[in-house]
């Protein structure tokens, strides 16, 4: 198999999975395809030279996500089997819209094509040591990484925080 | 010392989680309120070398000191954050809920700022996530249908904006190793044609999200579901940040004003205009209908700076300014309606303004200028946009925002004559007028909008010419 097979084996397959992902009804299996999404995301960026990324991909994506994921719906309440074909039946019906859409938009890509002279000659960044780049240049976006996680965990908070049987419900 | 902007509230929001009690986390509220007047007064009470060029010294080059449009967009974050928190401190039922409210709103003020200050597109994209992510969590905080489905829908299109913008950055970093303002820029002009697609992408990632029609269709059912002083904040200034203020921002130092880049404007400005316009005539709901109001008033600041001279970037920042301003105050006085009779539906209401007075008053400032009456604030920003597309030869855009103007007023006239005139319902005769919590921000909001019309050639003069300096950047 030639790189070129490889890497569009690759993006087929990620594709896949993304699709899958969406179109489950089951939870759980749509947190396995999310997975399935995230390594075949994390060879696409390890044939791509990016090996931080692709381990960052893996350990956090497909690793503790999915993790996170597993153990939310561990809590959540199945549907009952009446609820389940209901779901089943109708479900399918509001993606048919989709292969359309995908069809045209590829037809319109096929004959408009767009130039695009792409010039990577430009010296990359990514050459320079990955840590230097981060604690060096980019502190600003580490400012801004702190205050994402501040406000998750504030997400966390608000939003699944039990309401404690003191307090009034609203 | 302009990082301290991004930097203090950070500090603020660890410091104030401590784990001293309930008692203790109470605090949130009054730091919010000291530090939104800190900001605000750091700005008209400007100290020397507050603001200087490039002085951070966490990283010197993705840190610009704000320009005047910036020091405009720091001004108004701090007034519209003080607004937001005493109405939301008051309407947020339980005291848990009121900190982690005001905690939330602090974290966004701190993202706010830090898109006001860089000057690269990758932490300018870092900057505009945390206010997203606040605000996704800010929507859904009453965790009812309503609030879920506003939040749920906010995120899905943010999340194509975040595609849009980061397939953006990628193409420059790929083009010049760099995500600087300057390297994506001169990319720019060796007419590179994966630059000019890049810089689409971004730009209708930004139009996303703004609101701007026909990206529209997340803003209502976000605004109205939202707790009251959460739709103070997102109206007030959210949208404005992270949309509006960054497309300037965009354009004056990424793009420039070039032809295709004037045309876009021009044409979704004109219809986010009258779009909005025409379905705010339609609303039952206050806030609904404000909500159109404000897709219709963003697409003059965005006919505006279209309009690519230095008049149409000044009508753009100073109704920029303007719409934050009296669009908080109007929702202020939606949110001090919605607490004393319960319900925002304008079939039901009529006749407040006898037991609500000052809720009353001050809304008719506010539509007033938002209608473009003179001599109030908004007057004088739209008649610098459509002089601004007059000259620039852009004719059909001056008649669409006149026309869009008239409309407006048609509306606002429309709800307060539904809210406030007329003849009082039974059912709220015994109402009275809303606490401090509301009167305070809408005396205030309704002061600076007769101040900023009243005294508009120092306010023109102090504020608004320099930022002009916006065309000159590349």
Do not use: C, E, M, R
């Given at each position: 198999m030639n790189g070129l097979t490889l890497d569009i084996f690759l993006l087929a397959m990620m594709t896949a999975a993304a699709v899958w992902t969406v179109m489950r009804g089951s939870l759980l299996r749509a947190v396995i395809a999310l997975a399935l999404t995230s390594i075949a995301l994390t060879a696409v960026m390890f044939r791509l030279k990016a090996p931080i990324a692709a381990v960052f991909e893996l350990s956090v994506c497909a690793g503790l996500i999915t993790v996170v994921f597993m153990s939310t719906i561990a809590l959540t309440k199945p549907l009952t089997h009446k609820e389940t074909l209901d779901y089943t039946k109708t479900r399918m019906k509001r993606f048919w819209l989709l292969p359309v859409i995908m069809a045209l938009l590829g037809s319109a890509l096929l004959y408009f094509t767009i130039p695009m002279d792409f010039n990577l000659a430009a010296p990359l960044e990514t050459a320079k040591n990955f840590r230097n780049i981060l604690w060096e240049e980019r502190q600003f976006d580490l400012i801004g990484q702190i205050l994402v996680i501040l406000a998750g965990i504030f997400g966390v908070v608000v939003l699944f925080k039990e309401r404690s049987k003191d307090e009034p419900q609203d | 010392m302009s990082w301290t902007l991004v930097v203090v509230p950070i500090i603020a929001v660890i410091l104030l989680n401590l784990p001293f009690g309930e008692g203790y986390r109470k605090l949130a509220f009054p730091a919010g309120i000291f530090l939104a007047v800190l900001q605000s007064a750091l700005v008209l009470l400007p100290i020397e070398n507050m603001f200087p060029y490039g002085a951070c010294p966490l990283s010197?080059?993705?840190?610009?000191?704000?320009?005047a449009l910036g020091l405009l967009m720091i001004l108004s974050v701090g007034i519209v954050v003080f607004s937001a928190l005493l109405v939301g401190w008051r309407m947020t039922d339980k005291t848990s809920r009121k900190s982690d409210f005001a905690n939330l709103i602090i974290l966004a003020m701190a993202g706010m700022n830090g898109v006001i200050l860089s000057g690269d597109l990758f932490s300018l994209y870092v900057f505009l996530e945390i206010v997203a992510v606040s605000s996704f969590i800010l929507i859904a905080m009453d965790k009812n249908r309503e609030a879920l489905e506003g939040s749920f829908k906010y995120i899905m299109l943010s999340a194509v904006a975040t595609i849009l913008i980061l397939s953006s950055i990628s193409v420059f970093l790929m083009l010049t190793g760099s995500t600087s303002f300057s390297a994506a820029a001169a990319a720019l002009k060796q007419g590179n044609h994966a630059a000019v697609l890049a810089s689409g992408l971004f730009i209708i990632g930004l139009l996303i999200k703004g609101g701007i029609a026909p990206f529209h269709g997340w803003l209502p059912d976000a605004y109205t579901s939202a707790p009251a002083g959460v739709s103070i904040f997102l109206a007030g200034i959210v949208t404005k940040t992270t949309g509006i203020y960054t497309i300037i921002k965009l354009v004056s130092y990424v793009t420039g004003y070039t032809g295709p880049v004037k045309e876009i404007l021009l044409f979704f400005g004109a219809v986010s205009a009258l779009l909005g316009a025409f379905a705010a005539l339609d609303q039952k709901n206050f806030k609904r209908m404000l909500a159109y109001s404000s897709i219709s008033q963003m697409g003059y600041v965005i006919m505006g700076l279209g309009a690519g001279n230095p008049l149409g970037v000044m009508g753009a920042a100073f109704h920029l300014f303007n719409h934050a301003i009296f669009k908080t105050q109007l929702f202020v006085n939606s949110a001090a309606v919605e607490q004393e009779t319960?319900?925002?539906?304008m079939d039901r209401l009529g006749g407040l303004s006898d037991k609500m007075p000052v809720t009353g008053a001050t809304s008719v400032v506010a539509l007033l200028s938002t209608a473009g009456v003179p001599p109030l604030s908004g007057f004088w920003s739209k008649l610098l946009v459509i002089v601004a597309l007059w000259v620039a030869g852009y004719k059909i855009y001056a008649l669409i925002a006149v026309f869009a103007g008239v409309v407006t007023l048609a509306y606002l006239l429309s709800m307060q004559r539904r809210v406030f005139f007329g003849n009082i319902s039974a059912s709220f005769s015994n109402i009275k007028e809303a606490g401090v919590s509301f009167t305070l921000p809408a005396v205030l909001l309704s002061t600076i909008t007769i101040a900023a019309g009243v005294f508009f050639p120092y306010v023109f003069e102090k504020l608004?010419?320099?930022?002009?300096?916006l065309l000159g950047l590349l």
């Open positions: - | 010197p080059f993705v840190f610009l000191s704000p320009d319960g319900t925002l539906n608004i010419i320099p930022v002009q300096a």
